[in-house]
């Protein structure tokens, strides 16, 4: 394995001081958890998704763990990264992380049951599930039990950074799970090594990434590539050229679903202390359509690999949005939806809606 560290330069230093100094100074003002407040999750939700092979509905769960173990760590963890503020930095038991699944699932259950359409669940921690220090293996295996014997959930997705993802931990899950299709999300951001470690500090390369996805797929374990959509540092042609660049290679790595996230301006992250400087706009939708329209090439590809996009935020100034109308935004909105409910790329080739903002937009790409 490549270090990471061998890519980093003075930038890099300069750039992870800074994200540790903005993390420090944030996490001093968190408040404390209550032992009820750890018993239930942060949040849980149920809404339509597109699944692998048809339109049905997402049960998302979100786990309140100790946190994101790279970003408790020296360099303070990832550029545009601010989930670290919901977490509880102190140690978060399995009866703890138990109850909180058992919380969101009661209350959901008898929905999923009597639902005439299939559901994913989505399990996120804000970190990595396969990462003891934030979920140990009897929490884990809870879990896996109780996801198993739901008939109607057909897909499951988890996250993880590549380091926790171990052969062991892989056949732990499917030991329960093989009945289900599995995917484990992974922030891989950018196929560009430099992005992803000097303006984004991730700590990964590319490689590293191939190799997690050939040994998921030998077990049947499907990967969801995260792309983060204008990382900073970039502007919007170079978010577009970047993102092209990667959807490209993906498809033809045949990795099983992207997921594009357009940056969100998140607390207490790097990223939002640039944007709080006007040295960060995040991205217009103009660029994402843009950028999809040129980075898939035929209609079948998309019967190969899923694209989602579910953007954090949109249409509000600390997410993607074109101008401050709100027309504007919700149908763009509603275009992104149908896409990625449809996939199928004509959505986004007879784009109907107009907006005065677009020549504001055509000035500013190169630009910001
Ligand atoms: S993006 Fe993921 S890996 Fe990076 S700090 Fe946030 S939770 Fe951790
Ligand atoms: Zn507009």
Known sequence: MKNVNNINNNFNIALTDKIKSLRTKSLKKKRKFSKEQLEKPVAFWTKRERLINEVGKELTIILR????????????????????????????????????????????????????????IKLYNSGSFFDDSEIEEDARKHIYEKIAEIKKIKEIVIESRVEFLTPEKIAGMQEFLKKKYVEIGIGLETTNDYIRNEYINKSL???????????CKEKGVGIKAYLLFKPPFLNEQGAIDDCIASVRTLINLKVN????????????????????????????????????????????????????????????????????????????????????????????????????????????????
């Not at 390369?205 to 040994?215: I, N, S």
Request: aromatic share 10%.
């Open 257 to 368: 679903t992207i997921s594009i996230n357009p940056l969100n301006i998140q607390k207490g992250s790097l990223v939002e202390h640039l944007f709080y400087q006007n040295r960060y706009r995040p991205p217009w939708f103009y660029s994402l359509f843009k950028c999809l329209k040129k980075a898939i090439r035929q209609q079948e590809e998309l019967q190969m690999v899923r694209i989602l996009s579910d953007p954090s935020g949109a249409g509000t100034n600390r997410g993607i949005h074109n101008c401050r109308k709100r027309e504007c935004n919700e149908k763009m909105r509603t275009i992104l939806r149908n896409f990625v409910h449809n996939q199928n790329i004509e959505i986004l080739k007879n784009i109907e809606y107009d907006c005065p903002c677009k020549k504001k937009y055509k000035t500013q790409i190169n630009l910001y």
């Open 205 to 215: 390369l590319y490689d590293d990434f191939v190799r997690a996805f050939k040994r």
């Open 65 to 120: 763990t100790r946190g994101c173990s790279w970003a408790l760590g020296e360099t303070g963890g990832c550029s545009m990264c601010g989930y670290v503020q919901d977490a509880n930095i102190d140690h978060v038991s399995s009866s703890q992380i138990i109850a909180q699944f058992d919380h969101a699932l009661q209350n959901k259950l008898n929905e999923i049951e009597t639902d005439s359409d299939n559901y994913v």
